[in-house]
Each structure stands twice: as structure tokens, then as C-alpha cells.
């Protein structure tokens, strides 16, 4: 390893970071004593496990320099996410409520990655306790564990800058502070702000309970699809419910800059952003089309049955283009021709800055324009036509970035598939299952899909699919970065 690497400041900031995970497990610990139940001893345990081993990590790093690069910050995401798995899985694994240790890291993975995927056969099994500690890891994974800590310890205001870029995604940032922290701090208020607004909604204007709602809020706004419920939203028959998510899985695909610009009256940033504009065309269009296959016209007039079908392919499109993945509807009952279109969806993701995964539609907007504008070449060959996005030229090192990724990104799902055909998956499940892992979706077909679960698969493709979140979640780059010789390299 690189002489210059400074591994104890990474092993300080991981061990701050085990602290947060600890308080957010004592917490957990706090739902036992209002449900009266004893799964408490096992969150204390690891929670006073997490500050220990934070506490040593901390140690280690106590006057390490204050120097961090780039190869250091992007250790410490990827670490970051797997340390917090690996602790993360403890409470479900010592209470036998998930046996497996591979299951155990599946599901816990699954939660912090806003996969949503899961290996429990019957989910309303688990106590009250561990059914919040899963829908807990969705909301904390939601805006990114880092940016969170960014946002809630201010020692990490020296070196920020490189965790904080490998953490969000997409290829432009819109700057709203000059100080990391101070990002951090008002992008995690409006994630808060979504997550109590959805709570409040879904108890008193739906008919769930406290609980209920507060475990689909933390599902919905973290885009990670969680319920409490076998049959996930389903289980609600009122309409009201599933409006209110449809509403707030469509409003946390959109990137969060956004609402702190139009809570600072700066509505041109808004108006101009190409990609809200083309997050809801695409939004509208699948829906019409969608609803072209899926209503029956011979009924038609009949209200109520016209007014289910609008909704569970509202509901069903906005679950798949925000990478929610909450089934409301069987939808693999649906026309073949639909699934082409979700399937699409999930590839492409909401925005850039969102809490969702898949591309992102600012990519696929640039990438777009690329082609275009090489058409337009084609018949102008001397002419200098600039990309555009959001009224503003884009630099030709972003686009082949932007290009690389998309190219990589299709480069993963056709490996992926393989790798699942030749374990005996069908062509099609294995293309729907890899591109849910990977776009943080956890909606597939066939035996992972409405009706099934991930339960039946070998250990090792769950650790495989396990590592294609992270590498979704993460954004290709930065995980696949550290298995370069270039990246150890003085």
C-alpha cells in the first residue's frame, strides 16, 4: 500500500461514523420498550458494540494528519456502507430473526442500499422492533449515510469535499453552500421534512396507524420500497393511501437542490432545469402508454373500475421510475409489452441529487442531446454545436464521463445477467433482477418478483447481488475505483 496512505484518519472517521450508526440503534432499542418487546438486549448489545469498535477506530486515528485525498475519501464511503451492514445485520442475526449470517447481510445491505429486496418469506413475522430497524436502514441509506454524518458532524468540515463527491451522484451538482457541512445540513432538513410531512399524511388522511405510517414514510421518501406488510401496499384498500405515496415517491425523485433554491425564490433554477422537465414527460408518457394496455375499454364508463386502473399504473410507474419499487398490483399480469416500458424505467431512475438509483434522467437528457447533436453534425460537419444542459454549454469531459457511465452501467447488467443465467436463472428474471439490484429498485419477475422473494437463491448469488448494490447505490466509479492498481499507486 501506498506509503502516503493515511489509513489511521480513515479508521478515526470510520469509527465517528460507528457512533452515528450506534445512536440510530439505540433508538431502534426504544420501539421493544413501547411494544413491550425483548428484542431490546439485541440492539443494546450492538449498539454498545458499534461504540466500541468506533471508539477504537477513533483511537487509532487520535492525531492522525488532517490530510484527506481522494483515495481515502472513497475507502471511507465504500467502507462506510459495509461496516454499517455488517453491524447493521447483528440485531436480525443474534435474535434468530433472520438465521442466516449471508441472509442476515443480504437484508441489511438491501435496507441501506434503498434496495428494497428481500429473503423474508413472511415479513410480518418480525416484531414490531426489527420491522422498524429495516425500514430505518432504507431512510438512513436514503440521502447517504456520509451526507448525513456531513450534516451531523461538523469534524468532517476539513475533508468534506471528497467524501461528499463520492457519495452523490450524478454528473452536475448544484452548488447551495460553500461549505459542505452546510450542504449537508439543508439537503438532510429536507429529507426530514418530506419524511414528517409523509408521516403526518398517511396517519391522518390514510387509515394506517402511527406505526404503519411512520415505517412507509422512511420507505417512500428513502425510495427504498419497505413495508410492514406481506403484501406491501396492497394491504391498504383506501385510495387516499396510495395517492399520498404515489405523490411523495414522485417527490423525492426529484433532486433536492431544487426545493432549497425554490425555498430560496430562486424559481429560475427550477424553471430551467431540463431534468425535472423530462422527469415528468417521461413520467406522464409511460402512463399513458401503460394505461393504453392495461385498462379494459368495455368498462370503460364504469368509474371506479376506470379510476383502480389509473391508479395502480400511476402507482406502478411512479415505483419503478423512482426505484421505490412498492407493488400496489401484480403488474407481471399485465401485457408483456408494459414490462419493456418498466423495465426501462428502472434502468433510467429519476434525478441526479434524489434519493433514487438507476442512471439518472440527467444522463440519459445528455445523452440524448449527444446523439442529436451528432446527427446535426452529420449534416453540418464544420459547424460547433455546443450540449446544453439547463441553458448552460456542457463541458466535452462531462459528456464522455457521462457516456463512460451509461456504457459501464450496461456493461454491468450484461455481466450480471450472464452470471445469473449460468447459475440457472431464466434470460429474462436474470435481466430484471440484475437491473433491480443495481438500480436500487428490488422489484423483478419471476421468482423474485410481486409474489416471491429473493429467499430461493444460493448464498452466493446473494453476495453477489449484494455487491451489485453497493455498486448501484455507489455509482459504479467509486467501488470499482478501488480495484484498479491505479488507485494504490503513490
Not at 384498500?237 to 430560496?264: D, E, N, R
Request: proline residues 2%; glycine residues 10%.
Amino acid at each position: 500500500m501506498n506509503k502516503d496512505f493515511n489509513l489511521r484518519l480513515v479508521l478515526k472517521i470510520l469509527g465517528s461514523l460507528l457512533w452515528l450508526e450506534s445512536i440510530f440503534i439505540f433508538l431502534t432499542a426504544l420501539v421493544s420498550w413501547i411494544y413491550s418487546e425483548p428484542d431490546w438486549i439485541y440492539f443494546v448489545g450492538t449498539g454498545i458494540a458499534a461504540v466500541g469498535l468506533g471508539t477504537a477506530g477513533i483511537s487509532i486515528g487520535r492525531n492522525a494528519p488532517k490530510i484527506l485525498s481522494r483515495r481515502e475519501g472513497t475507502l471511507i464511503v465504500v467502507f462506510t456502507w459495509v461496516v454499517f451492514s455488517l453491524v447493521g445485520l447483528m440485531p436480525f442475526w443474534l435474535s434468530g430473526s433472520i438465521p442466516s449470517f449471508t441472509d442476515a447481510f443480504f437484508e441489511t445491505m438491501s435496507g441501506f442500499t434503498t434496495t428494497g429486496g428481500t429473503v423474508l418469506d413472511n415479513i410480518e413475522d418480525l416484531s414490531y422492533t426489527m420491522l422498524f430497524w429495516r425500514s430505518l436502514t432504507h431512510w438512513i441509506g436514503g440521502l447517504g449515510i456520509v451526507v448525513i454524518s456531513l450534516a451531523l458532524l461538523p469534524m468532517f468540515s476539513f475533508s468534506g469535499i471528497q467524501l461528499f463527491g463520492a457519495e452523490i451522484g450524478g454528473p452536475t451538482k448544484d452548488k447551495i453552500h460553500p461549505k459542505i457541512t452546510e450542504t449537508a445540513k439543508r439537503l438532510g432538513a429536507i429529507y426530514v421534512i418530506l419524511t414528517l410531512a409523509a408521516a403526518l399524511l398517511l396517519r391522518f388522511c390514510g387509515d394506517m396507524g402511527w406505526y404503519d405510517a411512520v415505517c412507509h414514510a422512511l420507505g417512500t421518501v428513502s425510495s427504498g420500497g419497505c413495508s410492514t406488510k406481506a403484501v406491501g401496499i396492497a394491504y391498504w384498500t383506501s385510495p387516499v393511501v396510495h395517492y399520498i405515496i404515489i405523490v411523495f415517491m414522485m417527490l423525492s425523485g426529484i433532486s433536492f437542490s431544487l426545493y432549497y433554491f425554490a425555498l430560496k425564490g430562486r424559481w429560475s433554477k427550477v424553471k430551467n432545469n431540463d431534468e425535472l422537465r423530462y422527469f415528468f414527460a417521461v413520467f406522464a408518457i409511460a402512463v399513458f402508454v401503460v394505461l393504453l394496455f392495461v385498462v379494459d375499454f368495455g368498462q370503460i364508463s364504469n368509474f371506479s373500475v376506470l379510476e383502480r386502473s389509473v391508479r395502480e399504473v400511476l402507482f406502478q410507474v411512479a415505483a419503478m421510475l423512482t426505484t421505490t419499487g412498492f407493488f400496489l398490483t401484480d403488474f407481471t399480469q399485465w401485457n408483456q409489452a408494459t414490462w419493456i416500458i418498466l423495465l426501462i424505467l428502472m434502468i433510467s431512475g429519476a434525478s441526479a441529487g434524489s434519493t433514487t438509483g438507476g442512471i439518472k434522467m440527467v444522463r440519459l437528457v445528455i445523452v440524448c442531446k449527444y446523439c442529436y447533436y451528432e446527427f446535426k453534425h452529420m449534416i453540418h460537419p464544420n459547424a460547433v454545436i455546443p450540449i446544453t444542459y439547463s441553458r448552460q454549454a456542457i463541458k466535452s469531459d462531462v459528456v464522455t464521463r457521462v457516456l463512460a457511465f451509461v456504457l459501464l452501467y450496461l456493461m454491468v447488467v450484461a455481466f450480471g445477467a450472464m452470471v445469473l443465467s449460468l447459475s440457472g436463472i431464466g434470460f429474462s428474471e436474470s435481466i430484471w433482477t440484475m437491473v433491480s439490484c443495481l438500480g436500487g429498485v428490488g422489484s423483478s419477475i419471476g421468482t423474485v418478483g410481486p409474489d416471491g422473494n429473493f429467499s430461493a437463491l444460493s448464498d452466493f448469488l446473494k453476495w453477489f447481488l449484494a455487491f451489485v448494490m453497493l455498486l448501484g447505490r455507489l455509482e459504479l466509479f467509486t467501488v470499482l475505483l478501488i480495484f484498479t492498481p491505479v488507485f494504490w499507486k503513490k
